[in-house]
């Protein structure tokens, strides 16, 4: 190795001598290109200074600071005096060419010094070469201009979003320069200085537009604006910022557009989100509803907005009902799908408005109507579909389903949901008992909806119902093959057909003390024999006021069948071993109080088909009354069904009071099981979060009265499950 260039002195000379050739070829003075010989001379005299014999690390150290030296003086001497006397655009421009030449300038000596950056720089971890060069640029030139840069930069946006065209590639070249100020990938100079200047510049613009637009544009024109906007700047970022700004320049264009003048925008009386859902503006809704869905809080007031609407709409129906039917129930079901229809299409199925639609229905949906609490009207509502002779008759069965499905859906509105059961359950049992069930089919369906919404416990006892009705049907064909199989055994030609029912699963029914004609009783013995045999360890117990008879009148005229309760069949069948009774010896024979034999003996007597003549001939039933076989009777039916008054008028209302009286006697029991249940996993627990646990607990199934609670607290307590703590009455201990 030439001895020559073991001296520093000498070895920096030459060195200086490529980075002033390097700084003509920069700055596109005449001055030809190195050469390979030129570069590795560059290269071998920094590797010298690097690897002296013995290694002198205050050179190799002086030559990392000559390399940031040289960058300095060719900024102060070349770059900066350029730089400063430019304006405006022109000093972009200028910023652009001068960075670029400086790369350039970076890219050659880190060429150069290689040997420095693997030796030195690495081993005593300094800046990189590149990095110097970069740091340079930094404190001298960007330290000093970026404000004016800026300005600027933030006037050439400003224009090119007033219209104006501007020169995009321009300011993409200045910021990717403030992108590569920061050595690392932390974007720093970029966000500090550029990136919140930009932000707070699209604030103050936005900001001045929006107070304009609110007051010139209706809603829908507004959101379009907006809409334009935000597009506009998603496709300004991506031609010259960096990407990561794109959600910032969004949500700042969004707060001063829709969450500063959210309320005015909303609220416009013509125009506002009212004035679209009236107008079932669904394409502008929809606008709406996507635009303000990218904004925290942005959905809030459209949903409260709807929720009124909803709320205003269904109470009106409520307060305008005069009786309690069931058209009622069309309607709000007719309103609960035309609002789904909102939340399902233009609100995308969102939690807000689901909220929003579900709150607004629990207002009227557990209010009464015309002094009839809805969860009657669905009860109604339902056996209007379900019962022979119902609305279901004149509907396809898709209709039907769609009807009980809107059934199940309102009735999770409803906070007395077991007061709805209790009523369907009565209903369900007159059609069944009485065959005036439209469709078998129909009674699974909404069973199912009703369990798959509210769970197997809930339609328990109205399933087991329907199964009792079904092996009834069995049991009656094995009655009659009983009845062949035993010749001994005789119903003297009577078709009996007994329903067999479950007594814990359906309602409570009157029973009414009754002394059977002969002909009746030979029934009852015939099956309690079969049902004995067939069973082991179970009572019947005949519920009379729930039996129908079909019974053959002759009279004079012809034979006509007629169709009447069992009380009203033993009144009758009394007469074809008498020809004239009186009050008291028929209420003798069969053993019943006057509130049941006045309406029965009305009923055949009194209305419109008189089966028995009464003396005296008056329009009421007294205990001095007399009565015989009417021969003379006749109508222009084969078949009449007697119905008595008391069905018709009394029996809905008494029926109403039991059902009442048996939920208020199954809630004192939930209660009781919802305490003792909470104490038992609990042990110990303070009366208020008792009350707390047990309104949650029972809530599914009905709106618990917290006076309720207190008093079963006391009851339980009396009853030794629980007790009061002596120190602190306002803890409860359980007792095992």
């Known amino acids: 190795m030439d001895a020559k260039f073991n001296n520093f002195e000498k070895g920096w000379a030459n060195i200086h001598k490529s980075i002033s050739k390097l700084n003509r070829l920069v700055e596109g003075l005449r001055e030809p290109s190195f050469t390979t010989e030129e570069y590795t001379t560059s290269y071998t005299n920094v590797y010298n200074i690097c690897h002296q014999r013995p290694p002198n690390i205050s050179d190799v150290r002086l030559l990392y600071h000559k390399y940031g030296d040289e960058y300095k003086a060719y900024i102060a001497t070349t770059v900066l005096p350029l730089l400063e006397e430019k304006q405006g655009e022109f000093l972009l421009k200028e910023l652009v060419h001068r960075w670029a030449n400086y790369k350039v300038k970076i890219r050659w000596l880190t060429h150069f010094f290689n040997y420095l950056d693997r030796c030195y720089a690495k081993r005593e971890k300094l800046p990189t070469l590149r990095e110097v060069g970069i740091m340079c640029f930094r404190e001298i030139v960007y330290a000093k201009l970026n404000a004016r840069v800026i300005d600027v930069m933030i006037d050439l946006i400003e224009r090119e979003r007033d219209g104006e065209q501007v020169d995009r590639t321009l300011l993409k070249n200045v910021v990717d320069m403030f992108v590569e100020m920061d050595t690392g990938e932390q974007l720093e100079y970029y966000r500090r200085d550029f990136e919140v200047a930009m932000l707070e510049g699209t604030g103050k613009y936005y900001s001045r537009k929006a107070s304009s637009w609110i007051l010139e544009n ?234 798959q919404h509210h769970g197997i416990e809930f339609t328990r006892k109205t399933e087991k119902m329907i199964i009792d009705i079904e092996l009834s049907k069995e049991r009656h064909e094995n009655f009659k093959k009983y009845l062949q199989d035993h010749p001994d055994v005789t119903t003297r030609g009577i078709d009996l057909n007994v329903t067999v029912l479950t007594a814990i699963s359906w309602p409570n029914f009157n029973s009414v003390e009754l002394n059977l004609p002969d002909e009746m009783l030979k029934c009852i013995d015939a099956f309690t024999g079969f049902y004995n045999e067939k069973t082991q360890n179970r009572r019947l117990t005949w519920v009379h006021s729930q039996g129908t008879c079909n019974i053959q009148g002759m009279f004079e005229a012809k034979t006509i069948e007629l169709n009447v309760t069992t009380c009203q069949a033993a009144v009758l069948l009394l007469f074809n071993s008498a020809d004239k009774l009186s009050y008291s010896e028929i209420m003798t024979r069969l053993n019943i109080n006057d509130d049941e034999l006045v309406p029965r003996l009305y009923s055949l007597s009194c209305s419109k088909h008189k089966i028995l003549k009464k003396t005296p001939n008056t329009a009421t039933v007294s205990p001095n009354d007399s009565f015989e076989f009417n021969s003379k009777f006749t109508d222009k039916l084969r078949k009449i069904r007697i119905t008595p008054p008391m069905q018709v008028a009394v029996a809905v209302a008494e029926e109403k009071k039991k059902v009442l009286e048996d939920v208020d006697r199954d ?12 104490m038992k996993s609990r042990k110990v627990v303070s009366f208020q979060q008792l009350i707390i646990e047990c309104v949650e607990l029972l809530s599914p199934k009905f709106k618990p009265d917290i006076q309720v609670i207190k008093k079963r607290i006391e009851d339980l307590i009396t009853r030794d499950y629980l007790e009061r703590d002596e120190d602190d009455p306002n803890m409860f201990t359980y007792i095992a």
Not at 667 to 678: E, N, Q
């Open 218 to 451: 209706s809603c829908p024109d507004y959101v379009g604006k907006v809409e334009k906007s935000l597009k506009i700047e998603r496709e300004r970022v991506s031609h010259y910022m960096h990407s990561t700004s794109e959600q910032k320049v969004v949500a700042r264009v969004q707060l001063e557009l829709l969450a500063v003048y959210k309320t005015q925008l909303l609220e416009k009386e013509d125009s506002g989100f009212l004035a679209l859902l009236h107008d079932h503006n669904v394409e502008d809704l929809s606008r709406v509803f996507r635009i303000y869905l990218e904004i925290p809080e942005g959905l809030d007031l459209g949903a409260n907005i709807f929720k009124q609407l909803i709320t205003s709409e269904g109470t009106a129906l409520v307060e305008q009902v005069e009786n309690a039917l069931t058209s009622i129930v069309t309607e709000i079901i007719e309103l609960h799908n035309k609002y789904m229809a909102y939340v399902n299409g233009c609100f995308e199925n969102h939690d807000f408005f689901k909220r929003a639609i579900k709150e607004a229905f629990e207002v009227f949906c557990n209010k009464d109507v015309a002094g009839t609490s809805f969860a009657e009207l669905l009860s109604m509502f339902c056996d209007e579909m379900l019962r022979e002779g119902g609305a279901s008759e004149k509907l396809s069965d898709e209709a039907v389903e769609e009807n009980l499905e809107a059934v199940t859906k309102l009735l999770e509105y409803v906070s007395d949901k077991d007061l709805f059961m209790e009523f369907y359950k009565t209903k369900l049992s007159h059609r069944l008992l009485f065959g005036k069930s439209a469709n078998q089919e129909y009674e699974k369906c909404i069973l199912t909806k009703l369990k």
């Open 667 to 678: 809630r004192r029991y939930a209660v009781d099981a919802a305490i003792v249940r909470i």
